[in-house]
């Protein structure tokens, strides 16, 4: 029996995610609306008939509780300040440990190519037919590819412009390396220690704004993931033949809005949202989701 995920779950479970009720947890657990099923047979004028019952409760899935880690990380932030000098060496702790993940990521960065390499060799091989399947996927990875770029280049500069009044092209090119880190890894999380670099070093931020702005930004703002989610629903729903709505491309707008602020920052994560997107539609959708992207 399938249990797909209803959209009132959804934005339940984003709620009871930002109070964890144990602040350990987390980091690794999440709290996620679980259904059971239950089946009872009714016999009417001879005729047995089977109803299946469902029934709702709140469990627990290995994940890490973005949105309550943001909470309480802001709410012992703020108590620590409050605090002043007795809290500094809870500061200096969090301080120094942040160095020392920061240290790692770089030493990491020396594998990134080669990982990236088996990573694409590894999906091309284990396509039958490569020029049929880069032929399909084609026209939808220009589409994503010019959302992102007008969302990059066109929406974010003219919000740094309005803002700041600095050349948008003259801050883009002081970020190029954090940019090619974060599309060879298709993760964000990779690219953090050059993003604080580029913005203590090349544009003279404050530490005290980078070191809280750039790793609550990465956590919370998907935007890219965002377009590349809303742009494989309505691809799959097309290359299957499932009629979409506007009703429908709204409802997978909401969703995908909420749900990407809650996207860890991992390679192919999006396409775990992109299944629960899918999820109050058809098994036919959710099927064809899956052996679509495990053939390409």
Sequence with gaps: MTSPFETQDIFADLLRNIIPNNIV???????????SFSTREEVSNGTVTTITSRSRSVGKTDSVNVLGLIFISALMGMAANRLGPRAQVFVDFFAGATEIVLMVMRWFFWTTPLGVASLIAKAIASVDDVAESFSKLGMFVVVVTVGVLIHQL???????????RRNPLTFHLSILRPYFIGFAATS???ALPEMIHCCEVKNNIDPRVTRFAVPFSVTLSA?????????????????IDVPLSASDVVVITVLTAVSAMALPSVPSSSLVTLVIILAPSTSRVRSSCCSLWSGT
């Design 25 to 35: 947890e987390v980091a690794f657990r999440k709290a996620r609306t679980e259904y």
């Design 223 to 239: 935007n890219g993931s965002a377009v590349f989610i809303v742009s494989a629903a309505i691809f799959i729903a097309q290359y």
């Design 154 to 164: 066109v929406v974010l500069s003219l919000l740094l412009f309005a803002l700041t």
């Design 188 to 190: 964000t999380a990779v």
